[in-house]
């Protein structure tokens, strides 16, 4: 099975900075990329960042550029969004997503998600 677990949310003052990390464990073959999203309440969720795990290129939603920075450590399978000058409007539940292959011979998937981390920007 393959289990994909965030971390680092909490309550940050506007302008302020967050790390967020999701580590994927399990029954792993490949990665291929890994993204983040997030959904704040009454909103459908978005796309906020998304990194190829081979080539280390990257992907930024236009609300985050310049603010936001995805990253990775490959021998860990964990991805990291480093937040900074962090805005009211960035309160979400923060997902990370997954395309991998469980298998040699398995199939690939882009439909893995974690649980969710809370981050809310509030004074």
């Known amino acids: 099975q393959v289990q994909l677990v965030e971390s680092g949310g909490g309550l940050v003052q506007p302008g302020g900075s967050l790390r967020l990390s999701c580590a994927a464990s399990g029954s792993i073959f490949s990665i291929y990329a890994m993204d983040w999203y997030r959904q704040a309440p009454g909103k459908e969720r978005e796309f906020v960042a998304a990194?190829?795990?081979?080539?280390?290129?990257?992907n930024y939603a236009d609300s985050v550029k310049g603010r936001f920075t995805i990253s990775r450590d490959n021998a860990k399978n964990t991805v990291y969004l480093q937040m900074n000058s962090l805005k009211p409007e960035d309160t979400a539940v923060y997902y990370c997503?997954?395309?991998?292959?469980?298998?040699?011979?398995?199939?690939?998937?882009?439909?893995?998600w974690g649980q969710g981390t809370q981050v809310t920007v509030s004074s």
């Open positions: 997503n997954a395309d991998l292959r469980l298998t040699k011979w398995g199939r690939r998937g882009d439909d893995y």
């Open positions: 990194i190829n795990w081979s080539g280390g290129s990257t």
